[in-house]
Antibody
Framework: EQVLESGGGLVHPGESLRLSCAASGFTFSSFAMAWVRQAPGKGLESVASITGSGGHLSQAGSVRGRFTISRDNSKDTLYLQMDNLRSDDTAVYYC?????????????????WGQGTLVTVSS | QSLLTQPPSVSGTPGQRVTISCTGSSSNIGAGSDVHWYQHVPGTAPKLLIFLNANRASGVPDRFSAAKSGTSASLAITGLQTEDEADYYCQSYDTRLRDYIFGTGTWVSVL
């Protein structure tokens, strides 16, 4: 199984960008998916996650109201719409297929990761 | 500020055993949330090592083991090898934030 991110690049503060993640090798609609980022010199940070059917799982407070996670199960593709970007959003953004099945959400983990796509927000 | 605290670095010589702690609280590990561990070699995709507290992911050698107790968890690497040099992160779910959280990360260096 594989996930492949695309759509990163250099943008100015306040601009928008949409990341895509193409999945293959597994039944995409059966699994929750997530975006995770790593800013330069920093650790991993969960950005947002979504259930297999497109329901909300989680979203980081730092991106609430600016970023929207969505998926198109007919295209086996995950998206991250990023609006009003700030310099502290600069990071490598990873797409990941989640594992675990539990109603509480307390068991989910990140089973398969992509190579990441770099987003740079700078004036 | 991360809710899961790890030591910034640990080191060992080839063949030694090293452990990495992951300290949480009553709103995450102590609330029954599972703990998972990842290995991240800079410039590559992070790799799942351990899921659901103590289960090795496919292809992960049995030199890697993990445990969870109370509000903490730990990862042990026995028979340390040069290819184990990487960042290691724990991950769990915080019931107060209702979000997935990562530990602060630990760099393992093989001397």
């Amino acid at each position: 199984e594989q996930v492949l991110e695309s759509g990163g690049g250099l943008v100015h503060p306040g601009e928008s960008l949409r990341l895509s993640c193409a999945a293959s090798g597994f039944t995409f609609s059966s699994f929750a998916m997530a975006w995770v980022r790593q800013a330069p010199g920093k650790g991993l940070e969960s950005v947002a996650s979504i259930t297999g059917s497109g329901g909300h799982l989680s979203q980081a407070g730092s991106v609430r109201g600016r970023f929207t996670i969505s998926r198109d199960n007919s295209k086996d593709t995950l998206y991250l719409q990023m609006d009003n970007l700030r310099s502290d959003d600069t990071a490598v953004y990873y797409c990941a297929r989640m594992g675990g099945f539990c109603s509480s959400g307390q068991c989910y983990y990140l089973k398969s990761w992509g190579q990441g796509t770099l987003v740079t927000v700078s004036s | 500020q991360s809710l899961l605290t790890q030591p910034p670095s640990v080191s060992g010589t080839p063949g030694q055993r090293v452990t990495i702690s992951c300290t949480g609280s009553s709103s995450n590990i102590g609330a029954g949330s599972d703990v998972h561990w990842y290995q991240h070699v800079p410039g590559t995709a992070p790799k799942l090592l351990i899921f659901l507290n103590a289960n090795r992911a496919s292809g992960v050698p049995d030199r890697f083991s993990a445990a969870k107790s109370g509000t903490s968890a730990s990862l042990a690497i026995t028979g340390l090898q040069t290819e184990d040099e990487a960042d290691y992160y724990c991950q769990s779910y915080d019931t107060r934030l209702r979000d997935y959280i990562f530990g602060t990360g630990t760099w393992v260096s093989v001397l």
